[in-house]
């Protein structure tokens, strides 16, 4: 369901540890839990029930029977909330983040633990489920967010008039989503579609209405025989293509821009982790809340989803006419990069060889409470501090996100 799926817990137990290493401080960027759709989503799906209901009525026989019956079960008034599901994701997460920095209770304190959110309600929701499962319960918690239009660290890509104009509002930079419509694949689908519903003149546009209306009726409902009723398994496995076309552009490797406007926030990131390692800093938990739109360019950023640039792509997994069997052998997905409560983060462990006083730093990467092993950290999870800064270092030291997103 791309970025619309579920989040899936990590296997329990968190890897071995050295004994000689403590952590000493968690810095993770948390996508919002799973949500009630928006106004736009509440909208095209009951429009596109109003449709299928009129083909009904002219004949029953042949559309689906919960259609009669079928309630939007969306409010207006929550559209976008965090849902229930969404709560307990991110109350969960927050119990075995804290485990991985303490196996006791740990109280709030403002000079130990920082939350920042987006001005979205969802992030702030997000935030508060996480610190509910964080402290084992409910405590006074500071949490910050900054004014529309002035994040530039969790809401980069609103930031960069560069990527607004070359990218967000420029067509031809997701074109091969665009053009995914007319494919033979997606034209097999809408014929599958029509039949499924019982709608001979239903359009893509219900299709992708109605797709969302599965993806939500999953995450929110844990109702399969419904929308999704709708849809074969290969249909899926194309529609959840179809979006990825259009995230691997806008928000990865698609174009460098894309994830390169992620910057600010690696940068906030290392420059948290380094405070505390030169002893300047006693923050024990840095934790940031905010979309898929943070979450993917962050993880192309760090190279852990797709690292190969679409022009030496030499599948062409992400183009329009690339046959579902190939589109399934890809490397990025978004429905595992950034689910619901997707998050990316680092912990940071103090390090004593036995007999000796000189201490040293080491970081463990983690995507979606799972380890990361980047290459220059030699097959080890657990690398020295300096080194992770050096992989990153033209990202954290050299980019200079004012001069890439003005435009001349």
Not at 135 to 150: K, N, R
Request: charged letters at 25%; a negative charge; one cysteine or more.
């Amino acid at each position: 369901m791309s970025t619309k799926t579920l989040y899936a817990p990590p296997p329990s137990g968190s890897g071995t540890l050295e004994d000689s290493c403590t952590p000493v401080q968690l810095n993770f960027v948390i996508r919002h839990g799973t949500r009630n759709p928006t106004m736009k989503d509440i909208t095209r799906i009951s429009n596109t029930h109003s449709n299928l209901m009129a083909a009904y009525n002219e004949n029953p026989s042949r559309s689906p029977a919960w259609l009669k019956g079928w309630k939007n079960p969306f409010p207006e008034e929550t559209q976008a909330w965090l849902a229930e599901p969404g709560v307990r994701e991110l109350i969960e997460i927050g119990h075995r983040l804290r485990a991985r920095l303490s196996p006791l209770p740990v109280n709030y304190d403002a000079s130990k633990f920082v939350f920042e959110h987006t001005w979205k309600i969802r992030t702030r929701q997000s935030a508060e489920a996480f610190a509910f499962g964080f402290f084992d319960g409910l405590q006074p918690v500071f949490y910050h967010s900054d004014p529309i239009g002035e994040d530039e660290v969790l809401r980069f890509y609103d930031n960069c008039p560069v990527f607004a104009n070359q990218i967000e509002q420029n067509k031809t930079a997701t074109i091969e989503h665009r053009n995914y419509r007319d494919s033979e694949q997606m034209h097999k689908n809408l014929a599958k579609f029509q039949t499924l519903s019982g709608f001979a003149e239903a359009t893509q546009k219900d299709m992708e209405a109605a797709y969302a209306g599965c993806a939500f009726d999953v995450a929110v409902l844990n109702v399969f025989d419904q929308w999704c009723s709708l849809f074969d398994d290969e249909m899926l496995l194309s529609m959840d293509y179809f979006q990825d076309l259009k995230h691997f552009y806008r928000k990865s490797h698609g174009h460098a821009l894309s994830y390169e406007i992620a910057s600010p926030l690696l940068q906030n990131i290392f420059q948290t982790m380094k405070q505390r390692v030169d002893g300047d800093s006693n923050v024990e938990g840095y934790f940031r809340f905010a979309h898929a739109e943070t979450i993917l360019p962050l993880t192309s950023l760090l190279n852990v989803s797709y690292f190969d640039r679409h022009a030496s792509d030499r599948e062409g997994h992400f183009r329009a006419e690339t046959p579902l069997k190939l589109a399934l052998q890809r490397k990025f997905k978004s429905s595992e990069l950034s689910p619901f409560a997707a998050n990316i983060g680092f912990v940071l462990y103090e390090c004593r060889n036995s007999g000796e006083k000189l201490k040293t730093f080491k970081v463990k990467a983690l995507l979606n409470e799972r380890e990361v092993v980047f290459d220059e950290c030699k097959g080890q999870s657990l690398c020295p501090f300096e080194v992770v800064e050096s992989i990153f270092r033209r990202w954290v030291y050299e980019f200079d996100f004012q001069e890439h997103c003005s435009l001349a």
